[in-house]
């Protein structure tokens, strides 16, 4: 079964919204031509609403580094999945290791706001991923396979249209060391193999599993190349419109 790669840029806490605009103008002008791939942007909140502007009637998806649970009601400082949705907004980037280390984001958090985003008629990409002394200590696949049974707890087989999964180990984040593509690999087939447990053997062949942690035009092509990676979510490279281009065009 062939599974449309998707590639994502995960702006994090970085540019403002002028910042932002300008930088998805560049960025369509360069990959306009691109149909065999799913190509995404995700902006801080604020920069939200201008850049779907920007990207109307392109092929450039818009996501969001995190939405609520509710979809209104006395939560300060939040965004909810029906406000993103009514800017345009097309995906939300659900349980990034960031948000589980400082924003107190936890498996039963992240599903609950799951649920909510998917009821709102939006995306997700729910992100799991093990620390370094997780894997040191061999605990990969249990810290994973925690991480998915807790965020898909009560997700039915029909939903699983609207998810993708991000495996994003954490000591590959920001570090510049990244995964080796076997090693990589091998927990993505994991997950796929999850996922065949909790629902069927069509949905684990269907559900796309992006890799995170360090992606770079130099190390695309070798991560793409595996069969179970379907895709990146690309942190400090998507900042730059020449290195998340090349990484989109892999
Ligand atoms: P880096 O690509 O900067 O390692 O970040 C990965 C990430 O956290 C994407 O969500």
Redesign the pocket.
């Known amino acids: 079964m062939s599974r449309k790669p998707i590639i ?3 702006w ?1 806490m970085y540019k403002t919204v002028k910042e932002s605009v300008d930088f998805v103008k560049q960025l369509e002008g360069k990959l306009k031509d691109v149909t065999d791939r799913e190509i995404l942007v ?1 902006p801080t909140a604020l920069a939200a609403a201008s850049v779907v502007d920007a990207l109307r009637f392109t092929n450039i998806q818009v996501g969001l580094q995190d939405a609520h649970w509710e979809n209104e009601g006395a939560y300060t400082g939040n965004i909810s999945p029906i406000m993103l949705k009514d800017a345009g907004v097309h995906y939300i ?1 659900l349980g ?3 948000r589980r280390q400082y924003d107190n984001d936890t498996d039963h958090r992240i599903n609950a706001k799951l649920k909510n985003v998917l009821r709102s008629g939006l995306k997700a990409i729910v ?1 799991v991923g093990e620390t370094l002394s997780e894997r040191e200590k061999g605990q990969t696949e249990k810290v994973v396979e925690t991480q998915v049974n807790g965020c898909f707890e009560g997700i039915g087989l029909g939903d699983l249209a609207g998810i993708v999964i ?1 495996y ?1 180990p954490v000591w ?5 060391k ?1 995964a080796t593509p076997e090693q990589a690999n091998e927990v993505h087939s994991f997950i796929r193999k999850l996922i065949g447990k909790k629902y069927n053997a069509e949905a684990s062949e269907k559900i796309r599993i992006q890799y ?5 035009p130099e190390n695309i092509k070798q991560l793409m190349a595996q069969l179970d990676i379907d895709g990146a ?6 900042l730059k419109v020449d290195s998340f281009t090349a990484i989109v065009r892999f």
């Open positions: 994502a840029g995960n994090k995700c980037i990034h290791s960031e992100c991000a994003e590959a984040i920001g570090t510049g990244t995170g942690g360090s992606v770079k979510l690309v942190g400090g490279a998507s």
